[in-house]
């Protein structure tokens, strides 16, 4: 049996927290964030305290690395793994329910 690259892990008791694995090593545990401004996406972005974080495209959102199963992996390997994780919450997520996140949507004529 071949598992998805990423899955989701909910936390039925706290709905704000949207979690990523990837299901192979190595086992990196991704965290999405949203934010209703600009200001705050800015910030957020900036901060440099995170292993890893990529931007969802067109969005106020992004994903961090949250953890690792076993070992870490090599730093530029964990990177492309966020920025996988990315690619696939807007895809699987985000474009199949539009309507949800469109208060996270950059407008570009006016962000």
Do not use: C
């Amino acid at each position: 049996m071949n598992l998805a690259r990423f899955v989701y892990i909910a936390d039925p008791t706290d709905s704000n927290l949207n979690l990523i694995l990837h299901t192979q090593y190595p086992y990196v545990i991704g965290k999405v964030w949203a934010f209703k401004t600009k200001e705050e996406f800015d910030s957020f972005i900036k901060r440099n305290d995170f292993i890893s974080i990529a931007s969802i495209d067109g969005y106020r959102m992004a994903v961090t690395t949250y953890d690792t199963l076993g070992a870490k992996g090599d730093l530029s390997e964990v990177q492309m793994i966020i920025g996988g994780m990315a690619d696939f919450y807007r895809t699987d997520r985000i474009k199949k329910n539009a309507a949800r996140f469109a208060r996270y949507k950059i407008d570009f004529a006016n962000p």
